[in-house]
């Protein structure tokens, strides 16, 4: 399935990636830059014990005055206490920003998610949108409240922290210094290795919970036709994939750690040995030696500390990159800047010379649908029939821009609907699918989706809802235990498949469009309640236009015109018994339907 992931951006440095995020920290910047101070005051208070040490020990232990021995044990314990109470402030200035920071990259990710045009989600993995809202957002809360104040802090310690060592013996410092060297070309050469690992590791995590994600939605297909062990076997492949990553991940921490605790170690004990030669030949005092170690004990932990954090803003780093190649994607549909309006709703619909070919189409091929030209009248039930494959759903999505059309136009009551806001068109044009998707949430919230104005509770609510349950013969829905408040479950799978496609077309007609756009939305009926269907609709349908796509003889009677789809083209349009008068393909395909229903009805 990985053929469908998205193509990485191209790399940029990770400070620049990083960088990236700032519009998000700015509110909260006031409080981050003050988290980092209050982290640097609490290492330079744990600096400054090694220099009441040093201070003791050439002092008052040498002179051998101990009355001054209380006053420095005071100053340790007063800087003690100052160092817990900075380390509960650092924690209580950067938790809350970056849970808010956190949650708004998520809304913003979910708009842009929403906003984005369904030629974009045929492309991407749910999963990996999923893993990009809810792992590398997780990832990124982390890196800000802790990784990169520490490692920003961290930095500034161990440059202060050497500027100290060089005030104490600038040869022991030095020699300290040039010792530790070797951990920035090894912190170097890892940025290079696990960058590309972590990059690895998150999208097979995505890819992880896309088999979850559609394992879990195709449940009942995989348990008829038996194919659980098959899927499980796929599933545990990925995973051991996923296993293999995250241990070279692991491996290359590991190896970092290995160099980060030596490097140290053997920095600490050259400077041990010239510490000591230094102090046997007076060079340096007791006291100055003991604090020039206390001092560099302090510093170990900042140092050894950078390749954790090293690793947590890679890894950072590529969460950033995968939320903003979502971000970056350019939403090729959008509302135009001046939009018009109709101020006369009719609901005249008209496929002026359109032509639409998918993205992915290869070159060569002909426009899937090529020059299209039809009109429908404004109260017309206009039935459009093809064969299989012909492209009638792609052509009932351009009229709310699910897709955009390639050349021409789709008109609504003369107005190009590229012209409308995407908010206005959808409400002047309803759609009823096939595949009837409901939310979870009550009947009555999936059938007035369309009609966020009302206020669910009121009387003129409870009206339309009634109505449009009433035409799409939903009257099942007073048997459930809370009647239209029962809450129907994710995708409304407790309810059998006519079922969903009723309340589907409930919320389609509840939503009292101009025009109603119908994708054989009633093929899970059986034959009885299709017709008591369809009586309703022709209530509705009366005065509202209406394009459906048809798959049964009875959905084309239902129509007062029909328009054949044929290589891309309308080759004709008329009364159903015109065309099976003078089309001979309308007659095939209109007994390639009876055909299929009678099949329906035998195996029904
Ligand atoms: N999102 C997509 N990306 C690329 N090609 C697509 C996409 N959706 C459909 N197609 C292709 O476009 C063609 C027309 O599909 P469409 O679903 O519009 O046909 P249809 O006439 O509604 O078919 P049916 O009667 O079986 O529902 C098919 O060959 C299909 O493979």
Redesign the pocket.
């Known amino acids: 399935m990985s053929d469908r992931s998205p193509t990485p951006a191209p790399p940029r440095g990770t400070v620049r990636t990083l960088a990236r995020i700032l519009p998000f920290v700015r509110p909260y910047l006031g409080r981050v830059v003050t988290s980092l101070f209050v982290y640097v005051a609490l290492v330079i208070v744990s600096l400054s014990v090694p220099v009441v040490l040093q201070w003791i020990i050439d002092g008052p232990l040498a002179s051998g005055d101990t009355s001054q021995l209380w006053p420095a044990a005071g100053v340790v314990l007063a800087l003690g206490v100052a160092e817990g109470g900075l380390i509960m402030v650092r924690r209580w200035l950067v938790l809350t920003p970056s849970t808010h920071i956190e949650a708004g990259m998520r809304g913003s990710l979910y708009a842009k998610l929403q906003d984005l045009p ?2 974009f989600h ?1 492309r991407w993995q749910s999963g990996q949108l999923l893993s990009r809202a809810m792992g590398d957002l997780g990832t990124i809360r982390r890196w800000l409240a802790f990784g990169a104040i520490l490692l920003v802090g961290n930095v500034l310690v161990i440059i202060i922290g050497f500027g100290i060592l060089f005030v104490w013996s600038w040869q022991l410092g030095l020699l300290f210094l040039i010792a530790s060297l070797p951990m920035w070309f090894v912190s170097y050469r890892f940025e290079r290795r696990f960058s590309i690992v972590s990059r690895r590791a998150q999208d097979q995590q995505g890819d992880l919970a896309t088999a979850v994600e559609e394992s879990v939605h195709g449940i009942r297909v995989l348990k008829a036709f038996g194919r659980g062990g098959h899927s499980l076997e796929r599933f545990l492949r990925q995973a051991e994939e996923l296993r293999g990553t995250e241990l070279e991940k692991a491996r290359a921490i590991a190896q970092l750690w290995l160099w980060l605790l030596l490097i140290p170690d053997v920095a600490f004990a050259l400077s041990l040995f010239g510490g000591v030669l230094l102090a046997a030949s007076g060079e340096l005092t007791v006291g100055a030696l003991i604090a020039f170690f206390a001092a560099a004990a302090v510093l170990r932990w900042p140092i050894e500390s950078i390749g954790w954090l090293l690793s947590m803003t890679f890894e950072t780093r590529t969460a950033v990159e995968r939320l903003y190649e979502v971000l970056d994607e350019p939403d090729l549909i959008r509302d135009p800047e001046h939009p018009a309006t109709i101020a006369q709703p009719r609901g005249r619909l008209v496929f002026d010379h359109v032509h639409f070919r ?4 290869l070159p060569g091929v002909p426009d ?1 649908l090529d020059d299209i030209v039809l009109e429908i009248e404004p109260g017309e039930t206009m039935a459009l029939v ?10 009932t999505a351009l009229t709310t821009r699910l897709y955009d059309v390639s050349e021409g136009a789709v008109r609504l009551d003369g107005v190009d609907v590229r012209e409308l806001t995407r908010e206005e068109l959808r409400a002047r044009i309803a759609m009823a699918f ?1 595949e009837a998707t409901l939310f979870s949430a009550s009947v009555r919230e999936n059938v007035l989706l369309g009609r966020p104005e009302l206020d669910l509770a009121s009387a003129e609510a409870d009206a339309v809802l009634a109505e449009a349950l009433d035409i799409a013969q939903a009257d099942f829905v007073a048997a459930l235990p809370q009647g239209a408040d029962t809450t129907i479950g994710e995708e409304g799978l407790s309810l059998s498949g006519g079922q969903r496609q009723r309340i589907a077309l409930a919320r389609a007609v509840a939503a009292r469009p101009s025009v109603l756009v119908l ?2 939305p009633l093929s899970a009926l059986d034959v009885d309640t299709e017709a008591r269907v369809e009586a309703g609709l022709r209530r509705v349908l009366a005065d509202t236009t209406a394009l459906v ?1 048809a ?1 049964r003889p009875s959905t084309v009677m239902l129509a007062d015109r029909v328009a054949l ?1 044929e290589n891309g083209r309308i080759t004709d349009v008329g009364r159903h018994s015109e065309l099976l008068a003078r089309n001979e393909h309308y007659r095939f395909v209109i007994s390639s339907l009876d055909e299929d229903r009678a099949t329906e009805e035998v195996t029904a």
């Open positions: 369904v030629a045929d998918y993205q992915d189409a899937l093809g064969l299989t494959g012909s492209g009638k759903t792609t052509l096939e994708d054989d796509v798959h789809l």
